[in-house]
């Protein structure tokens, strides 16, 4: 009889451990499975920042295409103005030297006209000189003629040379006119093409900033996609972990060996606020107010709760700590007895001040609120977990609060 009853106790104690063990696994499975749901997420997420990069790296090899070829425009422009201000400067050059020809013409005018003059001057001071004159003062015929063609010769070349030198005043400054003409056309030419380069010049500019923004985008989303590869990394180790710790059910909270405590599952209590007094205001229920979608938590985000501790609302065994970026973040899991669990979630980055297998004791800090992962501001999430369940296994942890 005792043997019979030795059995029976084994067998009881073997069903215990396979219900716990359920238990135990069922709310890792609904922490596996929301991991699993939020690589998805992250996946796609990540398939949509590899498009939209594509998208952008395809518009900036696009403008810089554009940018090239008004780099070649500008650069025959430039051939162009450089080549009309060298011709320019040969014009401007030869202008100088006609100039400076013309100025000596002038003063070779100049003083051939003031000693005609002279000579004027004083042949009317001497009187009017006639033929008869050079014929009265010739010695003979002969004298009288070379007389005469000597006066003749010189009035003759005076004459010539002023007209000479009239007529070469006269070509210098139609030269002179003509180079200037060139000149102001060369100018009218190379204005114009500093007008296309500038023109050119102005689209270079903003083809480059619109380079440079899309590039700035470009850094902005391979740091978006940089940051989910990592977050993916994490969110592969976490379920790699939660799957790990769901391997090993002998988590056993310290304490309590029998697995018993003064709150059964039907009557729990036993649990405290796990934020401190005046922060306590429940701004999300079970459901959002809005949309009615299941929440399967409740929320403390009051005013000014960024940074406060969070604290164990039961003393258990923490079993998982993680820091992802999407997700529940920052979160803490803690084991109690009776099969129950209590989730703490955002909290604040690098804030976790205990570790996996900590048996902790009821009100000591675990962390800080933050407001990492899927969060839109400062809260505690915060979540109580009845094994055998599921995903659906979630309770209002408002009936297990005191």
């Known amino acids: 009889m005792k043997h019979i009853g030795r059995k029976k106790i084994l067998l009881v104690a073997v069903i215990v451990i396979f219900i716990m ?44 295409r554009q940018v090239d070829e008004l780099d070649s425009k500008i650069s025959d422009y430039q051939t162009e103005i450089n080549d009309l201000t060298s011709q320019i400067d040969d014009i401007s050059k030869n202008i ?61 070349n005076d004459t ?63 740091k978006k996609i940089d940051e989910m590869r990592s977050e993916d990394t994490r969110i592969q180790a976490a379920i790699k972990k939660a799957e790990a710790v769901a391997s090993r059910p002998n988590v056993s909270n310290r304490g309590n060996t029998s697995g018993t405590s003064t709150s059964s599952a039907s009557n729990p209590g036993g649990f405290i606020y796990p934020v401190p007094s005046g922060y306590r205001t429940i701004t999300t229920g079970m459901y959002y107010e809005k949309s009615k979608k299941y929440h399967g938590a409740v929320d403390f985000g009051s005013g000014g709760i960024a940074g406060q501790p969070v604290y164990a609302a039961k003393e258990g065994t923490v079993i998982l700590t993680e820091n992802l970026k999407s997700s529940y973040g920052t979160y803490v899991i803690i084991k109690h007895n009776n099969g129950l669990y209590s989730l703490y979630a955002h909290g604040q980055a690098g804030s976790i001040c205990v570790s996996e297998g900590q048996y902790v004791s009821q009100g000591q800090q675990i962390m800080k609120v933050g407001s990492t992962g899927n969060s839109t501001g400062p809260h505690l999430h915060f979540e109580i977990r009845v094994s055998p369940g599921g995903y659906n296994n979630r309770v209002n942890p408002q009936n297990y609060l005191k």
């Open 21 to 64: 063990l359920g238990s135990f696994l069922n709310v890792f499975a609904s922490t596996t499975s929301e991991l699993r749901q939020q690589q998805q997420q992250n996946q796609k997420e990540l398939n949509e920042a590899k498009e939209q990069q594509e998208k952008i790296r395809s518009q900036m090899t696009e403008i810089q």
């Open 160 to 222: 010539k040379l002023i007209n000479t030198i009239k007529e070469t005043k006269e070509q210098i400054e139609e030269s002179k006119k003509q180079l200037e003409e060139n000149k102001a056309t060369l100018e009218i030419a190379k204005q114009t093409q500093v007008d296309k380069k500038t023109e050119l010049d102005a689209a270079k500019k903003e083809k480059e900033q619109a380079v440079a923004k899309l590039s700035a985008e470009d850094q902005e989303v391979q």
């Open 96 to 156: 100088d030297l006609t100039q400076q020809e013309l100025t000596r013409t002038e003063n070779e005018l100049k003083e051939k006209e003031e000693l005609l003059e002279t000579r004027l001057v004083a042949s009317y001071k001497a009187g009017d000189t006639t033929y008869l004159d050079v014929l009265l003062t010739s010695d003979s015929l002969t004298s009288f003629l070379s007389n005469y063609y000597l006066v003749e010769q010189i009035s003759e």
